[in-house]
């Protein structure tokens, strides 16, 4: 995989989307093609498609998607109908934030246009833009957050915050790219990431493919590494940055307070897009997924079956357990008070 990956790519000769099938990774790689809101709001809700910054760039896909399949002639009624398909869109995962960003940017060109053909080609124009811009995003912000990470440091990551978790790149796994481009050596712990084991399917799967030195863990082992001296810091990404919290895959919290705990920075790489600070922690809903992820491996029952079980996707870690966010207009530090004041304007 040293060629760039598309994660989500737009065919401009059918008006769909190709994407890469994450739930076959690393067993297959297989390209899907998507030609209904329906069927992309499906591999969204499956993980086929997931990661914050990749969704934002399939919503905005899918929007453009819904503009170049209606058959409507009417502005009114077809303006209606895109909204619609866009906000069934919107509820496939409440948590990461940048879904209804690459949703309503696309939204914004339809509501400003003047006729159908102009709602659809402005639809697909700024798709097309919010899929270039992730890209170019990334790749700056992993300039910036290399230089927070030392020659022959030994970083721990968690979940899939790589190329397959945005358009290409990647905003953690982006920062250890851009180290390694710039000819630090770099050992990645990936911690496996249960229960959907991004980390060990995902993110073992992608560097390990481009040749990095890339280590499996189990999610519960970080802190007794910690606290061997194993880690030098951690970097992951983030699905929702509020004004007090970020989000990020669970477990996430436990690794910020073990890392504290050690004395061992804790790094967070995102773009702006994954900033709500009109937000704090408790507004936020997150995505409970469904029992059958815990209580099954494949076909292996792993739980009594009147056992209840409690399947939350996120975690929220308090802004002060965070040493640094990496974005594409630099590092930011606390106090997060005064660096993410000027962040307002900018994001929205
Ligand atoms: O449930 P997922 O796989 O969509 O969760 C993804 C994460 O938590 C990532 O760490 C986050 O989206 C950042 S991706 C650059």
Redo the contacts with the bound molecule.
């Keep these: 995989m040293s060629e760039t990956v598309y994660t989500v790519a737009w065919d401009r000769e059918t008006n769909s989307i190709l994407y890469i099938d994450q739930t076959a990774l690393p067993g297959r790689y297989e390209v899907v093609r998507c030609t209904t809101v329906d069927l992309l709001a499906d591999a969204i809700r499956r ?1 086929a498609i ?6 934002g760039v399939a919503g905005a896909m899918g929007v453009a998607v819904a503009a170049a399949q209606s058959r409507e002639t009417d502005f009114n009624r077809f303006r209606d109908e895109v909204e619609e398909a866009a906000e069934m869109l919107r509820s496939t ?1 409440p948590t ?1 934030v ?1 879904l209804a960003w690459g949703i309503d940017r696309v939204l914004a060109e339809i509501r400003n246009a003047a006729s159908v053909g102009e709602a659809r080609s402005r639809a697909v124009a700024e798709a097309l833009a919010v899929a270039d811009e992730d890209e170019a995003t990334c790749r700056t912000l992993g300039r910036f957050g290399a230089e927070l990470i030392p020659d022959g440091a030994t970083v721990l990551t ?5 190329a397959l ?2 358009r290409a790149w ?3 796994l982006g920062v250890i790219r851009s180290a390694v481009a710039a000819g630090k050596s770099v050992r990645v712990i990936a911690c496996e990431t249960r229960p ?1 084991n ?1 980390g060990s399917r995902l993110t073992c799967w992608e560097l390990a493919h481009e040749g990095f030195d890339v280590t499996l863990i189990t999610d519960s082992s970080a802190a007794y590494l910690m606290q061997t001296g194993a880690i030098d810091l951690v970097i ?4 929702r940055i509020t004004r007090d919290a970020v989000f ?2 669970i477990g ?1 919290y436990m690794h910020a307070v073990s890392a504290r705990h050690h004395g061992i920075p804790f790094y967070v ?2 773009p702006l897009s ?1 900033f709500d600070l009109i937000h704090e922690a408790k507004d936020i809903i997150i ?1 409970e997924r469904s029992r059958d992820e815990l209580a099954y491996c494949g076909e292996q029952q792993l739980v009594p079956a009147n056992v209840k079980v409690l399947n939350y ?2 975690d929220a870690t308090p802004l002060e357990l965070v040493t640094a966010v990496v974005t594409e207009i630099g590092v930011l530090r606390p106090p997060y008070t005064d660096s993410f004041a000027s962040l307002q304007a900018r994001r929205y």
């Design positions: 993980l997931r990661g914050a910054p990749a969704l995962r990461a940048n968690h979940c899939n915050a790589g978790a945005c990647g905003t953690a959907l991004q992951v990404g983030a699905d990020n895959k996430t790489a995102a994954t995505e996707a996120f």
